[in-house]
């Protein structure tokens, strides 16, 4: 891969970085903090949407005060030119790469899987074979040989497989563990079978009471109709007998209620007549107080129309007699203010006179104004000319100091980033520290853990010689076993025997017979202490031999446990020495601050002073910039000038004169105003006498009439009861009219007939009544006792019906739950059948796991393979790039045990120098192996923690590399454009990073 150029947009510092790559060396220089390695990052993230350190996060990435960043990376391999686009934020995510200006992917999964496959490597391998970060470069030669080992087989992958080792052990454990439980389920099946056994004979006994059961459910069934049929027959006879007497008491009912309604209707008859009598008798009286109402109503729409007339006239007189007070009054005031006189247009002269007087006196006392500010800005220009003269010693002072601590805050700015650092440097030393202990306290029982891992290979040791004690005690049992079967067979065939040998067949007596039974006997007892023994043995190997199975399961389960101890332990020695790069760092760095230590006192002591000069600076500047501002000549001119116009006038007499004139002025207009509102009132009050002039006839009507009315409603008074009476006797007739329905006339008429109608009702429902008690007489007879006794005997039946159903219902259930409960049997006896050929699938599986694991993944197997087949190209390569070195040496070699030699001298007995190349060429020849296509290497800060001895030599070693064709080195340090091909000068301008020439 070569690398052409990388454009990044708000990424860390870099706001707009633009920068082209040519081949050869190419060395970025910088301070620290101004972005050098943040280029790397960019081009890192480019790549593999990583940072290059795990857990960052995107908004530490973005710049300062934006919200999204971009990166575009240009390069070369194979003839091919592809481009990569990066972007995050809050304006959405950005992946595209291009091959030959043409799209090729544009999600972060495709590109990702894209440049893993150009580039033929991960991210991982990336950053430990290409991408060198700072204090790197000679770590490897540092590290013990077993350390070398385990780094270099992670570059090559090899970690995967001692993963995946170990995980495949915990896999078969787990299958082992299941294997073990499958064989303990398998012991069921014997039970199982004697538990269907018993449950069938259950049911079937069952299904024998359920038959007896529904035979008996027929018969009660049976007598349960017979009752029912006979009380339905009674029932009816019920109904029809509670039917007539209901009919009978709602005939009663209504005869009841018809004689009442009767009641009612003669009481109303005797109502009507009583009121039609009083009609009669208040007749008159009624008719008179009608005539008068109306005739009232008549006046009062008069008296009505003359109300407004009346009103107005009443009005009109009061504001009459306003006017003429108002006259008089203005007449007097007329006699006083105007005793002359004098007429309006006379007046109106006067006015105007003053008017005129008053506006010169105003024109004069502008000038007058205009004069006193003219003053005041001629005094105010001879201050400023005094605090010039007495303010520039002060004004001078502030400047010189000014320019000193201008200088001085850029060196602040220096002493303040210097502080920054050593800041972020004490935070990463904490954090560290942090987990540091974390991770200490994680390691608490790394040691035990290691040493039972260790201890495995004698477990399993001791668990397979167990076994086999095992398999040959089993054979012994099985022996014993026979033997004593075998011994009892022959004394069952001894005892049923007549005087026969069941061995050999000869003759023999009962003594003979007796002795023999007797040696049986003995010998029985005999094996039977032996076998006894075997067996306890035999459990005591079996128990030993689960204990060393559960210590070897639990050893497997520690395995994952203990790989990320391990990784956790290879994570502390890398923090351990992060600790002590960034602690000399730090003692580095306090040396540069204590440089710069007085310089806050000597800014603090200026500003001070420059403080107290300020204000002094400040007057100055302002009186300078006044006289520039202010014509003095002009100012003179236009004195004299206001000085001819004003002449010996001053305010005082201006005011006095000017308060005399506007007096006689409001006195005119005193007068002017009294003179036209008499005009005004003369002209109303004439107007007014014609009005009630013309309304006082219509006013005078409206007393008459309403005399005339209070007379009437007297005379209506009289005539207020029997009206009242007639009204009332009215009111009751016509709601009789409205029950009714029939004109007030006939009301009398109407009642009757309707008294007439309910009589014969009366008797049709009295004849009604005599026939149903005819009809009940003539029920047949119907006994309410024996009626009750069908009743409770139905109900009996009923409830035994009830009970033998429940019985049936009870065995039903008991036989579907005993059905299911076999089912359930007969499908775990079908399962556990199954699990037979699922053991022998497991067992055969575990196996082939095993073989696995040892032959393919096991150190000796792939792992072992993949060293032997890299470690020889990774010395052909590092001799390679070593011999372009020019060094006095002809050969680096890589150990078995992974120690390396030079030219059979140990690595740590050559120079500092010679060490550099070595690690140098031995780094490099790790990143050719790794990357077939290794074109580019980038090396960050590799000078560091460098005196400058070994600066130099480092760059002789960067000069004589000819097998890569880009190498980049990122460094603070300016000699090391000594050996550049291309130079790229970067710096910090504000928050900015910015590439100079």
């Given at each position: 891969m070569?690398?052409?150029?990388i454009?990044?947009?708000?990424?860390?510092s870099h706001?707009?970085t633009?920068?082209?790559?040519?081949?050869?060396?190419?060395?970025i220089?910088?301070?620290?903090g101004?972005g050098?390695?943040?280029?790397?990052?960019?081009?890192n993230?480019?790549?593999?949407?990583?940072?290059?350190?795990?857990?960052v996060?995107?908004?530490?990435?973005?710049?300062?005060?934006?919200?999204?960043?971009?990166?575009?990376?240009?390069?070369?391999?194979?003839?091919n030119?592809?481009k990569?686009?990066?972007?995050?934020?809050?304006?959405?995510?950005?992946?595209?790469?291009?091959?030959?200006?043409?799209?090729?992917a544009?999600?972060n999964?495709?590109v990702?899987?894209k440049?893993?496959?150009?580039?033929?490597i991960?991210?991982?391998?990336?950053?430990?074979a290409?991408?060198?970060?700072?204090?790197?470069?000679?770590?490897?030669?540092?590290?013990?040989?077993?350390?070398?080992?385990?780094l270099?087989?992670?570059?090559?992958?090899i970690?995967r497989?001692?993963k995946v080792?170990?995980?495949?052990g915990n896999?078969?454990?787990e299958f082992?563990r299941?294997?073990?439980?499958?064989?303990?389920?398998?012991?069921?099946?014997?039970d199982?079978?004697d538990n269907?056994?018993?449950?069938?004979?259950?049911?079937?006994e069952?299904?024998?009471?359920?038959?007896?059961?529904k035979?008996n459910?027929i018969?009660?069934?049976k007598?349960k109709?017979?009752?029912?049929e006979?009380?339905?027959?009674?029932?009816k006879?019920?109904?029809?007998?509670?039917?007539?007497?209901?009919?009978?008491?709602?005939?009663?009912?209504?005869?009841?209620?018809?004689?009442?309604e009767?009641d009612n209707?003669?009481?109303d008859?005797?109502?009507?007549?009583?009121?039609?009598?009083?009609?009669?008798e208040n007749?008159?009286g009624?008719n008179?107080?009608?005539?008068?109402?109306?005739?009232?109503?008549?006046?009062s729409?008069?008296?009505?129309?003359?109300?407004?007339?009346?009103?107005?006239f009443?009005?009109?007189n009061?504001?009459k007699?306003?006017?003429e007070?108002?006259?008089?009054?203005?007449?007097?005031?007329l006699?006083?203010?105007?005793?002359?006189?004098?007429d309006?247009d006379t007046?109106n002269?006067?006015?105007?006179?003053?008017?005129g007087?008053l506006?010169?006196l105003?024109?004069?006392?502008?000038?007058?104004?205009?004069?006193?500010?003219?003053?005041?800005?001629?005094?105010?220009?001879?201050?400023?000319?005094?605090?010039?003269?007495?303010n520039?010693k002060?004004?001078?002072e502030?400047?010189?100091?000014a320019?000193?601590?201008?200088?001085?805050?850029?060196?602040?700015?220096v002493?303040?980033?210097l502080?920054?650092?050593?800041?972020?440097i004490?935070?990463?030393i904490?954090?560290?520290?942090?987990?540091?202990?974390?991770?200490?306290?994680?390691l608490t029982?790394?040691d035990e853990i290691?040493?039972?891992i260790?201890?495995?290979n004698?477990?399993?040791?001791?668990?397979?010689?167990l076994?086999?004690?095992i398999?040959?005690?089993?054979?012994?049992?099985?022996?014993?076993?026979?033997?004593?079967?075998?011994?009892?067979?022959?004394i069952k065939?001894?005892?049923e025997?007549?005087?026969?040998c069941?061995?050999?067949?000869?003759?023999i007596d009962?003594?003979?017979?007796?002795?023999?039974?007797?040696?049986?006997?003995?010998?029985?007892?005999?094996?039977?202490?032996?076998?006894?023994?075997?067996e306890?043995k035999?459990?005591?190997?079996?128990?030993?031999?689960?204990?060393?199975?559960?210590?070897?399961n639990?050893i497997?389960?520690l395995k994952?446990?203990?790989?990320?101890l391990?990784?956790?332990?290879?994570?502390l020695?890398?923090?351990?020495?992060?600790?002590?790069?960034?602690?000399?760092?730090?003692?580095?760095?306090r040396k540069?601050?204590s440089?710069?230590?007085n310089?806050e006192?000597?800014?603090k002591?200026?500003?001070?002073?420059k403080?107290?000069?300020?204000?002094?600076?400040?007057k100055?500047?302002?009186c300078?910039e006044?006289?520039?501002?202010?014509?003095?000549?002009?100012?003179?001119?236009?004195?004299?000038?206001?000085?001819?116009i004003?002449?010996?006038?001053?305010?005082?007499?201006?005011?006095n004169?000017?308060?005399?004139l506007?007096?006689?002025?409001?006195?005119?207009?005193?007068?002017?105003r009294?003179i036209?509102?008499?005009?005004?009132?003369?002209?109303e009050l004439?107007?007014?006498?014609?009005?009630?002039?013309?309304?006082?006839?219509?006013a005078?009507?409206?007393?008459?009439?309403?005399?005339?009315?209070?007379e009437?409603?007297?005379?209506?008074?009289?005539?207020?009861?029997?009206?009242?009476?007639?009204?009332?006797?009215?009111?009751?007739?016509e709601?009789?009219?409205?029950?009714?329905k029939?004109?007030i006339?006939?009301?009398?008429?109407?009642?009757?007939?309707i008294?007439?109608?309910?009589?014969?009702?009366l008797?049709t429902?009295?004849?009604?009544?005599?026939?149903?008690?005819?009809k009940?007489?003539?029920?047949?007879?119907?006994?309410?006792?024996?009626h009750?006794?069908?009743?409770?005997n139905?109900?009996?039946?009923?409830?035994?019906?009830n009970d033998?159903?429940?019985?049936i219902?009870e065995?039903k259930?008991?036989?579907?739950?005993?059905?299911?409960?076999?089912?359930?049997?007969?499908?775990?006896l079908n399962?556990?059948?199954?699990?037979?050929?699922?053991?022998?699938?497991?067992?055969?599986y575990?196996?082939?796991?095993?073989?696995?694991?040892e032959?393919?993944?096991?150190?000796?197997?792939f792992?072992q393979?993949?060293?032997?087949k890299?470690?020889?190209?990774?010395?052909?390569?590092?001799n390679?790039?070593?011999?372009?070195?020019?060094?006095?040496?002809?050969?680096?070699q890589?150990?078995?045990d992974?120690d390396i030699?030079?030219d059979?001298?140990p690595?740590?007995?050559?120079?500092?120098?010679?060490?550099?190349a070595?690690?140098?060429?031995?780094?490099?020849g790790?990143?050719?192996?790794v990357?077939?296509?290794l074109?580019c290497?980038i090396?960050?800060?590799p000078?560091?923690?460098l005196?400058?001895?070994?600066?130099?030599?480092?760059?002789?070693?960067?000069g004589n590399?000819?097998?890569?064709?880009?190498?980049?080195?990122?460094s603070?340090?300016?000699?090391?454009?000594?050996?550049?091909?291309?130079?790229?000068?970067?710096?910090?301008?504000?928050e900015?990073?910015?590439?100079?020439?």
């Amino acid at each position: 891969m070569i690398i052409k150029a990388i454009n990044i947009r708000n990424f860390r510092s870099h706001k707009n970085t633009q920068i082209s790559f040519d081949k050869g060396i190419t060395t970025i220089i910088g301070h620290n903090g101004s972005g050098k390695s943040s280029i790397f990052e960019a081009m890192n993230y480019a790549l593999y949407a990583r940072g290059s350190v795990s857990n960052v996060n995107i908004d530490d990435l973005i710049k300062r005060g934006t919200n999204q960043f971009l990166i575009e990376l240009l390069f070369e391999i194979g003839g091919n030119t592809y481009k990569v686009v990066r972007g995050r934020g809050k304006g959405g995510n950005i992946d595209r790469l291009y091959i030959n200006n043409s799209l090729y992917a544009e999600t972060n999964s495709e590109v990702n899987n894209k440049i893993k496959e150009i580039l033929g490597i991960d991210h991982k391998v990336f950053l430990n074979a290409i991408y060198i970060k700072q204090g790197e470069i000679n770590s490897l030669i540092n590290l013990r040989p077993a350390e070398r080992k385990r780094l270099i087989g992670t570059l090559l992958g090899i970690e995967r497989y001692e993963k995946v080792w170990g995980e495949m052990g915990n896999a078969i454990g787990e299958f082992s563990r299941k294997l073990e439980y499958i064989k303990g389920e398998l012991k069921q099946i014997d039970d199982i079978k004697d538990n269907i056994k018993h449950i069938k004979e259950e049911i079937d006994e069952k299904e024998k009471e359920l038959k007896i059961l529904k035979n008996n459910y027929i018969h009660i069934e049976k007598l349960k109709k017979e009752k029912e049929e006979e009380l339905k027959q009674y029932d009816k006879k019920e109904k029809e007998f509670n039917d007539l007497n209901n009919i009978l008491r709602e005939t009663e009912h209504k005869i009841e209620s018809l004689k009442n309604e009767i009641d009612n209707l003669k009481n109303d008859i005797k109502d009507i007549k009583y009121k039609n009598k009083i009609l009669m008798e208040n007749n008159e009286g009624y008719n008179k107080y009608i005539e008068i109402e109306k005739e009232l109503n008549e006046l009062s729409n008069k008296i009505e129309s003359y109300k407004k007339y009346y009103d107005k006239f009443n009005k009109l007189n009061g504001k009459k007699e306003t006017l003429e007070d108002n006259l008089k009054k203005i007449n007097e005031n007329l006699k006083n203010l105007n005793p002359e006189n004098k007429d309006i247009d006379t007046i109106n002269k006067d006015i105007e006179s003053i008017k005129g007087e008053l506006e010169k006196l105003h024109n004069i006392m502008e000038k007058l104004m205009e004069l006193t500010e003219l003053n005041k800005k001629l005094d105010e220009l001879n201050k400023n000319k005094e605090e010039i003269d007495k303010n520039k010693k002060y004004y001078e002072e502030y400047i010189d100091i000014a320019k000193k601590l201008d200088e001085l805050s850029k060196k602040l700015v220096v002493f303040e980033k210097l502080k920054e650092k050593k800041k972020n440097i004490n935070s990463q030393i904490d954090s560290l520290k942090k987990k540091k202990e974390e991770l200490l306290k994680d390691l608490t029982n790394f040691d035990e853990i290691e040493k039972k891992i260790n201890a495995e290979n004698e477990l399993v040791k001791e668990h397979d010689d167990l076994t086999e004690k095992i398999t040959n005690l089993t054979k012994l049992i099985t022996e014993k076993d026979t033997k004593i079967k075998q011994i009892k067979d022959a004394i069952k065939k001894l005892e049923e025997t007549d005087n026969k040998c069941p061995v050999c067949q000869s003759d023999i007596d009962e003594n003979k017979k007796a002795e023999l039974l007797n040696t049986y006997h003995s010998n029985i007892e005999k094996e039977l202490k032996q076998l006894k023994k075997l067996e306890k043995k035999y459990n005591d190997y079996n128990t030993k031999s689960k204990e060393l199975n559960n210590n070897i399961n639990k050893i497997n389960k520690l395995k994952a446990k203990y790989g990320k101890l391990k990784e956790k332990k290879d994570n502390l020695d890398n923090i351990n020495k992060d600790l002590d790069n960034y602690i000399n760092e730090l003692y580095e760095l306090r040396k540069e601050i204590s440089r710069y230590e007085n310089i806050e006192k000597e800014i603090k002591d200026l500003e001070k002073k420059k403080d107290y000069l300020e204000k002094y600076y400040n007057k100055y500047n302002f009186c300078v910039e006044y006289l520039k501002n202010t014509n003095e000549k002009e100012l003179l001119n236009n004195k004299n000038n206001l000085l001819k116009i004003i002449g010996n006038y001053d305010k005082t007499k201006v005011n006095n004169k000017e308060k005399e004139l506007n007096n006689n002025l409001e006195k005119l207009k005193d007068i002017l105003r009294l003179i036209n509102d008499k005009i005004n009132k003369e002209e109303e009050l004439k107007n007014i006498s014609k009005e009630i002039e013309k309304i006082q006839k219509k006013a005078e009507n409206y007393i008459e009439l309403n005399r005339k009315k209070s007379e009437m409603e007297k005379e209506m008074e009289l005539y207020k009861e029997p009206y009242n009476t007639y009204k009332n006797a009215i009111a009751v007739l016509e709601n009789y009219s409205k029950k009714y329905k029939t004109d007030i006339n006939k009301l009398e008429n109407t009642v009757n007939e309707i008294i007439t109608d309910k009589n014969e009702e009366l008797n049709t429902l009295n004849n009604s009544k005599n026939n149903i008690l005819e009809k009940i007489d003539n029920l047949d007879y119907y006994d309410k006792t024996y009626h009750d006794k069908l009743k409770e005997n139905y109900e009996k039946i009923s409830n035994k019906l009830n009970d033998a159903n429940n019985k049936i219902v009870e065995v039903k259930s008991y036989l579907n739950s005993k059905t299911e409960l076999l089912q359930n049997y007969v499908n775990n006896l079908n399962k556990l059948l199954n699990k037979e050929k699922e053991k022998e699938r497991l067992e055969k599986y575990i196996d082939y796991l095993k073989d696995i694991r040892e032959n393919v993944f096991s150190k000796n197997g792939f792992q072992q393979y993949l060293r032997e087949k890299y470690i020889p190209l990774i010395q052909k390569y590092t001799n390679e790039i070593f011999n372009e070195f020019e060094l006095p040496y002809s050969h680096i070699q890589i150990k078995n045990d992974y120690d390396i030699i030079v030219d059979e001298l140990p690595v740590k007995t050559l120079s500092g120098g010679e060490q550099i190349a070595v690690s140098l060429a031995l780094r490099l020849g790790i990143s050719k192996a790794v990357c077939n296509n290794l074109q580019c290497i980038i090396l960050d800060e590799p000078t560091a923690f460098l005196d400058e001895d070994r600066r130099k030599k480092l760059l002789n070693v960067f000069g004589n590399i000819k097998t890569i064709s880009q190498v980049f080195v990122i460094s603070h340090h300016n000699e090391l454009e000594q050996v550049a091909n291309n130079i790229i000068n970067i710096k910090k301008i504000g928050e900015d990073s910015v590439i100079y020439d």
